[in-house]
């Protein structure tokens, strides 16, 4: 029975990264064996397969992506990427609400690449990151969302501003309110300082905390039933940067300036 390309692709590892490594141009049979570390004898067969499937054109000791090759591949890209990125942390992807996202850039999730999660211990959960606020403090702006008031937020706000970092910072209502009775005197501080920008969002956001610099993208979802975990994701690649920014841009379009408490 002929086999589907599905089937061809993905169901071997030698064909799928044959096909990727090809993306780039025609390579020599000695640099494929080389960067995929396989050998000619384990190749070759793999090799008959997609040119069968023509998807791959041999001649001599060259191979190379046909036209539909290169279709493919293009369609392969994003699709490995995203799964890539739900694989790394598939129980934190499965178990966290995911509506806080809207569904372009969700759709888009493989932009943010490799990630870690920083989850701290039970006596440190009140704590932030001291890497992330070390290159928080040495980034030229900090845009921020946040649906809570942790307890170290307003004094680092205050700490950022006078270093001179522009900040422009999303809160809820709740968050605000309790901002408001609980540090009033640093809210006061970050507005009249001249870098600080504060604004309300008045709907639900769904989303816990968003943290972008020039260096990384902390973002941390509520779990499938509202809870606050501390599992913080960071990204540190420049494309996860600027799907963070447009995160916050999604949220900054339904939100007004406070211009004084």
């Known amino acids: 029975m002929k086999r589907s390309l599905l089937e061809i692709i993905f169901m071997s590892e030698k064909r799928k ?18 960067v995929l570390d396989v050998t000619r004898h384990a190749l070759l067969p793999q090799i008959k397969i997609l040119s069968e499937s023509s998807l791959v054109i041999k001649e001599k000791d060259v191979c190379r992506l046909s036209e539909i090759g290169e279709l493919v591949v293009g369609d392969m890209l994003p699709l490995i990427g995203t799964l890539t990125v739900l694989e790394e942390n598939y129980d934190y992807w499965t178990e966290h609400d995911l509506s806080s996202i809207p569904l372009p850039l969700l759709k888009r999730i493989r932009e943010l690449g490799s990630c870690e999660i920083i989850e701290p211990e039970l006596s440190d959960m009140f704590d932030l990151n001291k890497d992330i606020i070390a290159q928080a403090f040495g980034s030229g702006f900090v845009f921020g969302a946040t649906a809570f008031l942790h307890p170290s937020y307003p004094s680092l706000l205050v700490d950022l501003v006078k270093n001179g970092i522009d900040v422009s910072i999303i809160m809820t209502e709740n968050a605000l309110e309790k901002h408001k009775i609980d540090h009033m005197q640093e809210l006061k501080m970050f507005l009249n300082s ?3 920008k504060l604004y309300l969002y008045p709907n639900d956001m769904k989303l816990a905390s968003l943290f972008i610099a020039e260096t990384f993208v902390m973002m941390c979802l509520f779990d499938r039933k509202g809870r606050y975990d501390r599992k913080d994701l960071i990204f540190r690649n420049g494309a996860a940067i600027n799907w963070g920014k447009e995160l916050f841009g999604f949220y900054l379009l339904s939100s007004h300036q406070i211009m004084e408490i």
């Open 17 to 34: 990264n044959l096909l990727l490594f090809l993306r780039n141009g025609p390579r020599r049979m000695e640099e494929i064996l080389e």
């Open 194 to 196: 001249g870098s600080g």
